[in-house]
């Protein structure tokens, strides 16, 4: 079993920075994918940006040159720069283990951006 805890969240103003972080615990071996992913009141869910266990990244459109995600043994983090109110959501940490196949999933953090 894998458990996600994600923290950073919070309130900022549109052009500022926050830095989300997700520990996990638990047994999973390469190889691995981790991610955001977000959810904006009445929206689904969306892929926000994720790297591999071999460390490719990948970014929503959305979000290419202002979020970086990085990864540092049982860590992710998700700097977000130049924020906008659409940037506004829950934000989740999401683990895929490739075998056995496996999807596990943080609780959320919350983001608001507002002046």
């Known amino acids: 079993q894998v458990q996600l805890v994600e923290s950073g969240g919070g309130s900022v103003q549109p052009g500022g920075s926050l830095r989300l972080s997700c520990a996990a615990s638990g047994t999973y071996f390469s190889p691995y994918t981790m991610g955001w992913y977000r959810q904006a009141p009445g929206k689904r869910r969306e892929l926000v940006a994720s790297?591999?266990?071999?460390?490719s990244t990948n970014y929503a459109d959305s979000v290419k040159g202002r979020f970086t995600i990085s990864r540092d043994n049982a860590k992710v983090y998700l700097q977000m720069n130049s924020l906008t109110p659409e940037d506004t959501a829950d934000y989740f940490c999401n683990l895929v283990r490739r075998s056995p196949y496996a999807v596990y999933w943080g609780q959320g953090t919350q983001v608001t951006v507002s002046s």
């Open positions: 790297i591999t266990s071999g460390g």
